[in-house]
């Protein structure tokens, strides 16, 4: 399947950070509109069990994508081994909405700065957070992932489908100089499986997507060695058809504005497009640890 022609991005601000930032600002309404209410909200895609049935209604799909978003980091903390990992301070960069970040503040006895480029979740993330009772223990800030500062060494960095618009070098550079010496960098991401579905996931995501061996590659030049490696690729393309199917029965329902209707349905032919990427491996899905080797 070729993927669709008129993508909102441009080759020119692929992977800018001022684009994805103004990107995820602009998106806050929809995300909250199919991933919410929250106070846990995640984007990011979720990890199913088979294919179920979606000719439901909008609200059971969106708790059910809802679901296997959790899914998705349970398996990833039991993959990491996330209440020993994270135990101390936990960078969550790229944390969205802050889903990730409540949830390990909840299950891991961890202070957990939650790093974002987008200033428009700040208050998002403040408010979610107390709502979640972990507001003394998530501390939001607006920072890009390749200039976070810490005024202690960090334990851990977690980043859940974020690391794929950075420049993966210069983030593990900067990685080796916040983290403490053993401490480790957990990976939830989307990676490249074919060169020719490169392009139209960096221009739709405005993202910097690559393969699961250049991480390698570029940890291990900044000190860092791989430990853990999981492919959840099979297990994830089922979100791109529960999406699908949110999206027809949001379009169903009527009542929208003629800009809504058209990102909806730019969004199904996309979504589409994504489905049948994950399912010849275009697209892949990983679970990735690596550790800051001690000097």
Known sequence: MPAPSGSPATERHVGS?????????????????????????????GHFQGQPDTGVEADVLRQRIHRAQEELIERAALAWDAPRAFAGRLLDVGCGLGGGALYWAQHCPTDVTAATIAREHLPLIERFAREAGVDERVRPVLADACEVRAEQPFDAVVAMESSCYFPRERWFQHLSRVL??????????????????????????RTRIGPVAEYVRCAREAGFSLEVAVDLSEGTSEFWRQS????????????????????????????EYFHESWLRRGIEVWLLKFRLLEV
């Open 17 to 45: 950070v001022s684009a994805v930032a103004s990107y995820y600002d602009q998106k806050t309404a929809s995300i909250l509109a199919k991933y919410g209410p929250g106070p846990r909200v995640h984007f990011h895609i």
């Open 180 to 205: 403490r010496p053993g401490g480790v960098v957990c990976i939830e991401d989307t990676f490249l499986g074919l060169p020719d579905c490169r392009e139209p996931f960096d221009r739709y995501w």
């Open 244 to 271: 699908i199917a949110w999206s027809q029965r949001t379009l169903e329902a009527g009542s929208l504005e003629a800009a809504e209707v058209q990102r909806l349905r730019t969004s199904i032919r996309w979504h």
